[in-house]
Structures are given as C-alpha cells and as structure tokens.
C-alpha cells in the first residue's frame, strides 16, 4: 500500500521497542493532540469526537479506553475496570490510569520521561498518568461509553477480544503480573495519589 499521498508516515525498527516507545514516537507528530493505541484495538467511528468533546466539557487530562480503578496502594490486584471492557459508564469517569486506547493534549505526553521506570517490560499505562498527575497536575479520565452507544466506544469489543489473546499477548509473559503490582507500590511511594485518596472512589 503506497502511503507517500496520504501524509502517513511508516517507521520500521529492526529492534523491538516496546511499549513505551510508541509515546515517544507520539512526540514528533505536529498535532495537539495525539492518540496511541494497543496493536489490538481497533476504535470506533466516533472515538476521537467522544475524546475532543470530552476535553471540551474540562476533562482535559490522559484519556483512555479502558480506565483502572485501584482499590489499595499496595497492589494492582482487584482493580475496577471501566470503560468498553469493563463496568460500561454514561457519564465521564476519573480513574488511576488507562489503558488499550490514549488520547491527550500532546503536552501531556511530556511528562511520561520525568521519571525512568520500575521496568521497560510493561507499566507504561501507569507511567503516564503517575507522572502527569505528579509534574502537571493532568488527571486520568475514561470518556463515556454507554451500552447504547457502541459507536463512540474506544475499541470495537469483538475484534479486540479476536486479536489480543495469542501467545504473543503481554499478559502472558511471565512477570507481567508481579512488574505491575511493584509498580504500583513504587509509584504510589513516589507520590502517586489514586482515586481511592479522594472522593471519587465507588
């Protein structure tokens, strides 16, 4: 496919990456805004409208698909989800983080390399929104996604569910459990404040 008309760029990498260099290859884009997406999440027609107006309605903060909801500081281990995969929300949604889909102000994305990571393997989802809360004051917001309404859902559920189960998944690999809860417990030593400190939490 001959992308040269189209003002897409491709970047091939003879070296795997990971996860959070896809939000430094974010930076260069010469937009405001910018969205990052898991290779197995495919958005909805009207995703990115559900985001802008979002921004607009003074949620303007890291913006996702699917949001976590820790219930201890000590562990990520039961969380509440909420979002297309998770407790389906009318209403917009303050979370600790989010994940599959992200959509932000390009200023945002800065404060991702404040701090190096517990671990390069996973946890760039809570990178984020620790470090944007932490050095900007950006909170971390799941937009609607109403069970009525899959048009402006992050993600189109059965294509996900289809392409994000292979052996190749993250989830699978194995440490990803345990990298995530000392994650968790790392940041939230290092001055990251959930939902769970205020008044938000159900």
Known sequence: MD?????C????????FKFHARF???????????????DDD??????????IDTI??????????????????N??????KIGWNGIQ???VEEVDLVGHAWFMRKDHLRHLWREDPVTWENGEDMQLSYLAQKYGGVKTYVPPHPENNKQIHGADISRSHKYGCDDAASWKTKNHFSDREKTVQEQVKNGWRLVIHGNERR
């Open 3 to 7: 992308l040269s008309d189209t003002g």
């Open 9 to 16: 760029k491709v970047v091939v990498a003879n070296h795997n």
């Open 24 to 38: 430094a290859l974010a930076l260069l884009a010469k937009t405001e805004y910018v969205a990052v997406f898991d």
């Open 42 to 51: 495919m958005p909805m027609p009207g995703w990115f409208e559900s985001c």
């Open 56 to 73: 607009n309605k003074g949620y303007d903060g890291i913006l996702g698909s699917i949001g976590v909801r820790l219930k201890t500081e």
């Open 75 to 80: 562990s990520y281990y039961p969380n509440t």
């Open 89 to 91: 929300n009318e209403s």
